[in-house]
């Protein structure tokens, strides 16, 4: 069975904080994606990488950046995590035939 | 730019009945594609059905079917049959050339007893 897993499904941190969000698939895809989730304003794309150290800001990239070194893995990373970046982080890979895309199954992050 | 509305934000619908959830969107790309996902509270993210926008018939996935409506951009998702383990948000999402899924912020949806 085919999978994305996110290292953690919760995590707690401390405002300040460098916070790594991990993602492994194992489906050799090219584009691997993180998301967050919020309620009320749906999914927004936070990074997307279309191949081995390659990297595309999304909607909201301010505060995070990303490290894709393998093509099966993809790293968020929250800088100096702040209160506003409780959420939930959700990872994603796709192929380049736009069959849709494999989620994992979330990062529920709370900085405190 | 893209953009997804759903504007239902809660429905709920009683077990064995037929819900239509419905979605609208607007894009400048000629060739694109679109999918309703499900997320149960379980919260794994699951693709429910894929539509492309250059066929013209619509797609079915067993009790899941869509409406697809080019001209008026709506993509809205028909169940059938509804089960409780059909619970969930539901996510309606387009696809263009970028590879990049734009989301709508979802309709829950309650199946009842």
């Known amino acids: 069975d085919v999978k994305v897993t996110q290292s953690s499904r919760y995590l707690v941190k401390r405002t300040g904080e460098k916070v790594f969000l991990e993602c492994v698939q194992d489906m050799d895809h090219e584009n691997m994606f993180w998301y967050r989730q919020d309620p009320g304003l749906g999914l927004r794309l936070i990074y997307f990488s279309y191949d081995v150290k390659m990297k595309e800001k999304g909607d909201i990239p301010e505060g995070y950046s990303v490290s894709r070194e393998k093509k099966e893995r993809f790293s968020l990373i929250l800088e100096s995590a702040s209160t506003n970046q409780t959420s939930m982080y959700l990872c994603a890979s796709s192929r380049t035939d736009t069959y849709g895309y494999t989620f994992g199954s979330g990062t529920r992050l709370t900085v405190v | 730019a893209q953009t997804v509305t759903q504007s239902q934000p809660e429905m709920s619908v009683q077990e064995a009945e037929t819900v239509t959830l419905s979605c609208t969107y607007d894009?400048?790309?000629?060739?694109?594609?679109l999918f309703w996902y499900k997320q149960p509270p379980s919260r794994q993210m699951i693709l429910v059905i894929r539509?492309?926008?250059?066929?013209?018939q619509n797609a079915t996935e067993n009790r899941f079917s869509v409406n697809f409506q080019k001209a008026a951009k709506s993509f809205s998702l028909k169940i059938s049959d509804s089960q409780l383990g059909d619970t969930a948000m539901y996510f309606c999402a387009l696809e263009g050339s970028n590879y990049k899924l734009t989301f709508g912020k979802g309709t829950l949806l309650t199946v009842n007893p």
């Open positions: 894009t400048s790309e000629s060739n694109y594609y």
């Open positions: 539509q492309e926008a250059y066929k013209q």
